[in-house]
């Protein structure tokens, strides 16, 4: 159970950190040399509910580390 805690734990934070990324580099750039913030809103709308999946995959599976890594707290 640790090992998919840890994967799936990965895997939230590679896509929310990954999109963060495309956000600073790619898009952001753009927008402020546009003076529009159109792609910003154009970027949250894909975004957004890929990311907000990933964070809350990361929440969840950050509470069950804690759970398995720390039996105190399970007691």
Known sequence: MYRL?????LIG?????GGHIVLC???LPHAL???DP???RD???LFE?????ALVLQIVTG????YLYMPEFSA
């Open 43 to 45: 970027f949250e709308q």
């Open 33 to 35: 040399r546009r003076k």
């Open 63 to 66: 509470l069950w580390l804690t």
């Open 38 to 40: 159109t792609p910003l």
């Open 25 to 27: 580099v790619r898009i």
């Open 5 to 9: 805690a840890v994967i799936l734990h």
């Open 49 to 53: 509910p890929v990311g907000m999946t």
């Open 13 to 17: 934070a590679t896509v929310w950190v």
